[in-house]
């Protein structure tokens, strides 16, 4: 089976990264859903837009991932595709962060990796087919001043990666993540200017990126084309963090 038809589910899909890549995985043939925490007049008109079907939940919350899950199923079909992309910030110095701070963080951009694909791996175990991709950051390769509870969670989605991949790759499941760099977004267009500038100067190509050039390595490791990659990290980041 090609990837024409398949059911692909972008988490945090109505904006920004999330909606570049449900673009990009219905340019390839996919049907896709787009996940968001709730299904607003922006999200609306995305779907109205792109074509793709939206659904709200809280990807923070175990039992809302599995009722959001069951309806993309009964609509679309079984997720052959799962794009963990949802997340948020809540930036500030360790010194003065609260608890909350953290929780809303790691609770997000790291509970949600569970929250999301343990209620898919059982299905694509039993079809012997799917394809994981988790949306980490190039400052949980690097870390950054004042993000400890982002860089943790993302640092984390990268040893949840590896660790599935191991799991699923005897029946034919790949699990990737991509690690983009500072794009062009409403979560780096909250950065200070002038913070911005000084990341800016040390990408060696010198710009932000753009949400499609992350989407579409995305969309490559959600294909068929990608099905001898398991357990990597892409970095997408101009060239700001090599490893």
């Known amino acids: 089976m090609s990837d024409q038809g398949r059911v692909a589910l ?3 899909g109505v904006q920004g990264l999330g909606a570049a890549t449900v673009r990009a995985l219905a340019a390839r043939g996919f049907a896709v859903a787009a996940g968001c925490r709730t299904v607003r007049d922006e999200a609306q008109a995305f779907a109205d837009e792109s074509g793709a079907r939206v659904y709200g939940w809280d990807v923070a919350d175990f039992d809302a991932c599995g009722e959001g899950i069951a309806a993309v199923e009964r609509d679309l079909g079984p997720v052959d595709v799962l794009v963990n992309n949802a997340g948020v910030t809540r930036d500030v110095m ?11 963080v790691v609770d997000v951009d790291l509970g949600s990796m569970f929250n999301m694909c343990r209620h898919v791996i059982g299905g694509m175990r039993q079809r012997g087919y799917g394809r994981i991709v988790n ?6 390769q690097r870390g950054q001043a004042g993000q400890t509870n982002y860089c943790a969670a993302k640092a984390g989605v990268l040893g949840f990666t590896r660790a599935l991949a191991r799991e699923g790759a ?17 979560m780096v267009a909250a950065v200070p200017d002038d913070i911005l500038q000084r990341i800016l100067a040390q990408v060696p190509l010198g710009r932000l990126g753009e949400p499609w050039e992350i989407a579409r390595c995305v969309a490559f490791l959600a294909s068929e084309d990608a099905g001898f990659i398991t357990g990597a990290t892409l970095a997408v980041n101009g060239g700001f963090y090599m490893t």
């Open 135 to 140: 949306i980490s950051s190039v400052n949980g």
């Open 94 to 104: 360790l010194h003065k962060m609260s608890r909350a701070d953290w929780d809303a």
């Open 10 to 12: 972008v988490t945090g």
């Open 170 to 186: 005897g029946k034919g499941i790949t699990v990737n993540a991509v690690a983009p760099g500072f794009s062009d977004t409403r």
